[in-house]
């Protein structure tokens, strides 16, 4: 039970003490006999909370930026109506920040024995799971004097998605796998193609694909046609130690790289091939496994939901061991992890020719913008000193890059808002030149 603000007015302005008393207060209140009357029939008028029944329904997901609808159904099976205020409880970071208040309170009026359904809009600034925490409701009575007041506990969660920003290149993306596939066959043979069709030679065809076979049998010369394979396996690792934890911009690097990831699944399941995912650091953190090409994206996105950096070392024995076991045939195993020279040559470097050995590897690295506008900066002594930090730390990378290059890897380092069409990029690259 609360005094309102009214009501401690009338107090206020009473001139016949009488005193009462209510649970939580230290001392005794004096308040003239008609308005301790009408507060108590207000209290007693005052529609029961914890008699209520709260339920809950609509969103359980939402892709990150975006909002999530959560409806709470408020029944009061009092014979008395309800006027109250509501709040609806989730952590902080289920808002934009200053919207909270606006958007988890509510104000209703439910006759006896009805019913009044309140959305609660999530605006979430985090992935993972959000769980709801209690809803606060405040009764108060016709005259507004006194109040009941009570929590309930109404459990629901909102998983908040990856926001695959990089979809929008997809249809380019698939447009010039279309080109790979049928569409404009590869004319050179790789170890990733196979026969597609004959055709007439043109002017500027490798002589190599020549068919003299069928050649011999017809007026014109045959050339042979050849496209690219499906149905390879690709195992997206991401590494998700320490480095991975490094802001750059406004989000962690390990955000950056699942974007990329979803990009090339997307594209990869799309051509045919198996995509299977591993998250690691000193353990296993996710693990996605033999879905089909329709249950890929659904399923990388929503295990990538949870997951998050961890500020330990990434045991890069453990991950290779690790990454084998998952990948036992031959595949294309795409490496996103960091090109700081000290993780790669201690800890990578050691065990890489574990991986080349079977496997064809792609290591794809996220770069940071502001060292690039480091680089070019110039007017003050300080910018020059700036950019004389920003060349030395480029100049390492590319020295880190090229030590993976000379093993037979390949390389992709570009920045966020480029990383994961240049990942796809290299990934069309590779199965026009037959490594796949």
């Known amino acids: 039970m609360a005094l309102t603000g009214r009501a401690a007015l009338l107090a206020a302005l009473g001139a016949l003490p009488v005193g009462i008393w209510a649970p939580g207060w230290t001392g005794m209140l004096a308040v003239n006999a008609p308005i301790a009357l009408a507060c108590a029939c207000d209290f007693a008028l005052a529609a029961p909370v914890r008699r209520l029944r709260l339920t809950r329904s609509s969103d359980t997901s939402a892709r990150l930026g975006e909002a999530a609808d959560v409806d709470l159904t408020v029944t ?50 985090r992935r993972g799971d959000h769980h709801a925490d209690r809803v606060t409701i405040r009764s108060y009575g016709p005259l507004g004097l006194f109040t009941r007041q009570g929590s309930h506990q109404v459990p629901w969660t909102v998983r908040v998605l990856p926001p695959f920003a990089s979809r929008k290149h997809l249809p380019s993306k698939l447009a010039r796998l279309r080109e790979l596939d049928g569409r404009t066959s590869v004319l050179t043979r790789g170890q990733g193609t196979e026969f597609d069709s004959l055709r007439d030679y043109v002017p500027g065809d490798d002589t190599r694909s020549i068919d003299w076979r069928a050649t011999a049998r017809q007026s014109t010369v045959a050339v042979r046609t050849w496209r690219p394979e499906r149905d390879r396996h690709i195992l997206l690792v991401l590494d998700t130690g320490r480095t991975s934890a490094g802001r750059v911009g406004d989000a962690p690097r390990l955000d950056a790289s699942m974007d990329a990831a979803l990009l090339l699944a997307a594209l990869a399941s799309r051509a045919g091939d198996r995509v299977d995912l591993l998250a690691y650091d000193r353990r296993v953190r996710a693990l996605v496994q033999g879905r089909a090409a329709g249950e890929v994206l659904p399923s990388l996105v929503n295990a990538l939901a949870t997951l998050e950096p961890e500020l330990i070392e990434t045991d890069a024995r453990g991950l290779t061991a690790t990454a084998l076991r998952t990948a036992p ?62 060349a030395q730390a480029q100049s390492e990378r590319h020295r880190t890059a090229e030590q993976l290059t000379r093993r037979g890897v390949t390389v992709v380092d570009a920045t966020p808002n480029e990383l994961a069409p240049a990942l796809a990029d290299a990934y069309l690259s590779l199965k026009a030149a037959g490594r796949l």
């Open 76 to 125: 009061n099976p009092s014979g008395r109506p309800l006027r109250a205020e509501l709040r609806d409880a989730w952590p902080p970071s289920s808002w934009q920040p200053g919207t909270e208040v606006a958007a988890s309170r509510h104000r209703s009026t439910i006759p006896a024995g009805e019913r009044r359904r309140l959305t609660t809009r999530l605006r979430p600034t």
């Open 329 to 390: 045939r031959s595949s294309l195993i795409v490496l996103l992890t960091s090109l700081d020279t000290a993780p790669v040559e201690e800890g990578l470097l050691p065990v890489l020719p574990r991986l080349t050995k079977r496997h064809t590897v792609l290591v794809a690295s996220v770069a940071d913008p502001h060292i690039e506008r480091m680089a070019k900066s110039r007017g003050t002594t300080e910018a020059v000193y700036d950019a004389a930090a920003a």
